[in-house]
């Protein structure tokens, strides 16, 4: 995710990271240095973005805190209260942002703030950069994150499973794909203009009785609305 947000803002970054190699790669393609330590990017850094593992919250707060002068964290399962305890008397925001930040098409979900405080303009302004960013209270912030953070796999999935449909009835894999992924593309941007009004863009292409009514009445004895659900329990319960 650290390399879709970089290549998504696309501007000169600090980066360090255990694997030197992959530092480097993402500075040769969007710009900036590869530092040898985290404390490196957090005194030089305006804003330190925590892309790390969850667990190792405590261990990089203990390198980073002292020089940090603002950070963003986009780790799942780690409320603001525990970022406030890592980094005290520093600001902290809590953000988790979906795969296609990378194409600056990325939902991106901003936790309010805890405590009696104004939303940083200019942070987020800077996520906002990537798509669209919808402010949460903290409690919601792991729910939107089963919504559409890990909804860039699910859509692979659906797509994938349309067009292998299509290839099972001899349309070859190329054309399939290419039907189909655009038609996912074009239908999203229908959906914006029709003010996310699932139920009206339904109705346009489903006349009673035809052959879309049919295809629907299939999904929904498969199961698929019970399948998103049981998905979203599912990540939840990780937590």
Not at 203 to 208: F, G, H, M, N, T
């Amino acid at each position: 995710m650290s390399r879709a947000l970089a290549r998504g803002w696309n501007r000169p970054v600090l980066v360090a990271d255990p694997v030197g190699e992959r530092a480097r790669a993402l500075v040769d393609e969007v710009g900036g240095e590869a530092l040898a330590t985290n404390v490196e990017v957090a005194r030089r850094a305006d804003l330190v973005v925590l892309c790390h593992k969850p667990p190792q919250l405590a261990d990089v707060a203990l390198e980073l805190a002292p020089h940090a002068q603002a950070v963003a964290s986009i780790l799942a399962a780690t409320p603001l209260a525990a970022l406030h305890d890592a980094y005290p008397d520093r600001p902290v925001y809590r953000f988790i942002p979906s795969l296609p930040v990378e194409v600056r098409q990325g939902a991106v979900v901003q936790a309010a703030p805890l405590r009696e405080a104004a939303l940083d303009v200019e942070v987020s302004a800077l996520f906002t950069e990537l798509g669209t960013l919808v402010v949460l209270p903290d409690a919601l912030v792991d729910v939107a994150m089963g919504l559409m953070s890990c909804a860039p796999a699910y859509v692979a999935l659906v797509a994938e499973a349309q067009i292998d449909a299509g290839v099972r009835r001899g349309i070859p894999a190329a054309q399939s794909a290419e039907l189909v992924v655009q038609t996912l593309a074009g239908t999203a941007e229908l959906l914006r203009r029709r003010g996310n009004d699932t139920l009206a863009v339904r109705r346009e292409v489903a006349s009673p009785g035809g052959v879309t009514a049919r295809g629907l009445a299939a999904l929904e004895r498969g199961g698929l609305r019970a399948a998103f659900s049981d998905a979203l329990d599912a990540v939840l319960e990780t937590r």
